[in-house]
C-alpha cells in the first residue's frame, strides 16, 4: 500500500523537479494531486509516465491525504499549510516560513533524520535553504569525526534559485551582449548577471549581512550544532543551475585531508571527485541532475591549526530543493507512517 501524495506549486521549477523525483526514485504513490494557483489551473505537468492536470489550491481538501510537499512562498504557504496539517496532511515545506519555528523540525535526512518525530508537534517539517542543505552534508561526517568549530564559506548560487524570472534574466541578458540593440535591463536582480557576480542575496540585514547569509548561520546551528560558528558571503553567478560553495573549516581535533577525503567518501550522500589535476574537480554543469553532493579540492588549511579547505557543488533544484523534501517523505514514510 502506499501514499496519497499532494504537491502543490507543481507548475514551478521546484514542484515539477519533485514530480520528477518522486518518479524517479518510485516513491510509493497510490494518489497523486497536483495543485496551483487559480491562474494555472489545468496545466499539464508529468509524472513519470503520465500527464497530469492541476487543480484549484484555494479550493483543494486535503482530508485523507497523507503527505504535502509545498513548492510556493511564504505567503501561501501561511495561508494553505496550516490548512492541509489540521487537516492530518504531513507538510513538507520547501519555503523559509517554518524554517526557524522551534515546533517544526528542520531537516536533511542524511544530517539529522532523527529530529523528524517533532513533526507532530504542528504537523510540518521544514526543508532547509538550498546554499545549507549541501554544506550540511559535507559538514556532518566531519563533524561527527573532529568537532567543527568555525565555518567560514563563500557561495557561487545560481539564478535557478531565483527562480524562472533569474533564469528568463541571465538568458535575455546573455543574448542582448551579442546583440546590444535589445538592451535588458535588471528586474530580478539588482544589477547585470549576465556575464557579471552580485554579491546581494536576498535583503540586507542592519549588521551588513544578507539574509541568505544569515539562513546559512541559523540553519546549521539548528540541523547541524548551535555551537558552531559559521560565516558566510553569497554570492550569485552567471550559472543557470547548481550551486558551488567554497568552505573552510576550523576543527578542535586536528584532522589531515587525507583522513577527510575517506571520511568524505564513504559518507551518504557524498560523491568525491578529488584528483589534484586539471579537471580533476566537479563544476556545476556536471552536477545537475544528480542526486549527489559532490566535494572536490580537499586540502589542508596552513593559515590555522585543524583547519581543512573543500569545494562543495550540488544540482541546488534537487538537494538544495525538490530531492531533499523527497528524501524527508521517504523518511516519514520509513520511520512514521510506514504505509509503502
Given at each position: 500500500?502506499?501514499?496519497?501524495?499532494?504537491?502543490?506549486?507543481?507548475?514551478?521549477?521546484?514542484?515539477?523537479?519533485?514530480?520528477?523525483?518522486?518518479?524517479?526514485?518510485?516513491?510509493?504513490?497510490?494518489?497523486?494531486?497536483?495543485?496551483?494557483?487559480?491562474?494555472?489551473?489545468?496545466?499539464?505537468?508529468?509524472?513519470?509516465?503520465?500527464?497530469?492536470?492541476?487543480?484549484?489550491?484555494?479550493?483543494?481538501?486535503?482530508?485523507?491525504?497523507?503527505?504535502?510537499?509545498?513548492?510556493?512562498?511564504?505567503?501561501?504557504?501561511?495561508?494553505?499549510?496550516?490548512?492541509?496539517?489540521?487537516?492530518?496532511?504531513?507538510?513538507?515545506?520547501?519555503?523559509?516560513?517554518?524554517?526557524?519555528?522551534?515546533?517544526?523540525?528542520?531537516?536533511?535526512?542524511?544530517?539529522?533524520?532523527?529530529?523528524?518525530?517533532?513533526?507532530?508537534?504542528?504537523?510540518?517539517?521544514?526543508?532547509?535553504?538550498?546554499?545549507?542543505?549541501?554544506?550540511?552534508?559535507?559538514?556532518?561526517?566531519?563533524?561527527?569525526?573532529?568537532?567543527?568549530?568555525?565555518?567560514?564559506?563563500?557561495?557561487?548560487?545560481?539564478?535557478?534559485?531565483?527562480?524562472?524570472?533569474?533564469?528568463?534574466?541571465?538568458?535575455?541578458?546573455?543574448?542582448?551582449?551579442?546583440?546590444?540593440?535589445?538592451?535588458?535591463?535588471?528586474?530580478?536582480?539588482?544589477?547585470?548577471?549576465?556575464?557579471?557576480?552580485?554579491?546581494?542575496?536576498?535583503?540586507?540585514?542592519?549588521?551588513?549581512?544578507?539574509?541568505?547569509e544569515w539562513k546559512m548561520v541559523a540553519e546549521t546551528k539548528k540541523i547541524l550544532d548551535p555551537k558552531i560558528k559559521l560565516n558566510a558571503t553569497c554570492v550569485r553567478v552567471p550559472v543557470f543551475v547548481g550551486?558551488?560553495?567554497?568552505?573552510?573549516?576550523?576543527?578542535?581535533?586536528?584532522?589531515?585531508?587525507?583522513?577527510?577525503?575517506?571520511?568524505?567518501?564513504?559518507?551518504?550522500?557524498?560523491?568525491?571527485?578529488?584528483?589534484?589535476e586539471p579537471g580533476g574537480y566537479i563544476t556545476p554543469i556536471e552536477a545537475v541532475g544528480e542526486y549527489a553532493t559532490y566535494i572536490s579540492r580537499v586540502r589542508q588549511d596552513?593559515?590555522?591549526?585543524?583547519?581543512?579547505?573543500?569545494?562543495?557543488?550540488?544540482?541546488?533544484?534537487?538537494?538544495?530543493?525538490?530531492?531533499?523534501?523527497?528524501?524527508?517523505?521517504?523518511?516519514?514514510?520509513?520511520?512514521?507512517?510506514?504505509?509503502?
Amino acid at each position: 500500500m502506499g501514499y496519497k501524495v499532494v504537491v502543490v506549486g507543481a507548475t514551478g521549477n521546484v514542484g515539477r523537479e519533485m514530480l520528477n523525483i518522486l518518479a524517479e526514485r518510485e516513491f510509493p504513490v497510490d494518489e497523486i494531486a497536483v495543485l496551483a494557483s487559480r491562474k494555472s489551473l489545468g496545466t499539464e505537468v508529468s509524472f513519470g509516465d503520465k500527464t497530469l492536470k492541476t487543480k484549484d489550491l484555494d479550493t483543494f481538501d486535503f482530508t485523507g491525504w497523507d503527505m504535502a510537499l509545498f513548492a510556493v512562498g511564504s505567503d501561501a504557504t501561511k495561508l494553505y499549510a496550516p490548512k492541509a496539517a489540521a487537516a492530518g496532511c504531513v507538510v513538507i515545506d520547501n519555503s523559509s516560513l517554518y524554517r526557524y519555528d522551534p515546533d517544526v523540525p528542520l531537516i536533511v535526512p542524511e544530517v539529522n533524520a532523527d529530529a523528524i518525530m517533532g513533526y507532530a508537534k504542528k504537523n510540518i517539517i521544514a526543508n532547509p535553504n538550498c546554499s545549507t542543505a549541501q554544506m550540511v552534508v559535507a559538514l556532518k561526517p566531519l563533524h561527527d569525526r573532529a568537532k567543527i568549530k568555525r565555518v567560514i564559506v563563500s557561495t557561487y548560487q545560481s539564478v535557478s534559485g531565483a527562480g524562472k524570472e533569474g533564469m528568463d534574466e541571465l538568458w535575455e541578458q546573455t543574448k542582448a551582449v551579442y546583440n546590444p540593440v535589445h538592451e535588458v535591463p535588471p528586474k530580478k536582480f539588482t544589477k547585470q548577471i549576465a556575464f557579471n557576480v552580485i554579491p546581494h542575496i536576498d535583503v540586507f540585514l542592519d549588521d551588513g549581512s544578507t539574509k541568505e547569509e544569515w539562513k546559512m548561520v541559523a540553519e546549521t546551528k539548528k540541523i547541524l550544532d548551535p555551537k558552531i560558528k559559521l560565516n558566510a558571503t553569497c554570492v550569485r553567478v552567471p550559472v543557470f543551475v547548481g550551486h558551488s560553495e567554497a568552505i573552510n573549516i576550523e576543527f578542535e581535533e586536528p584532522l589531515d585531508w587525507q583522513e577527510a577525503q575517506d571520511i568524505l567518501r564513504e559518507a551518504p550522500g557524498i560523491m568525491l571527485i578529488d584528483k589534484r589535476e586539471p579537471g580533476g574537480y566537479i563544476t556545476p554543469i556536471e552536477a545537475v541532475g544528480e542526486y549527489a553532493t559532490y566535494i572536490s579540492r580537499v586540502r589542508q588549511d596552513p593559515t590555522v591549526d585543524n583547519g581543512i579547505t573543500l569545494w562543495c557543488v550540488s544540482d541546488n533544484l534537487r538537494k538544495g530543493a525538490a530531492l531533499n523534501a523527497v528524501q524527508i517523505a521517504e523518511t516519514l514514510g520509513n520511520r512514521v507512517l510506514k504505509k509503502g
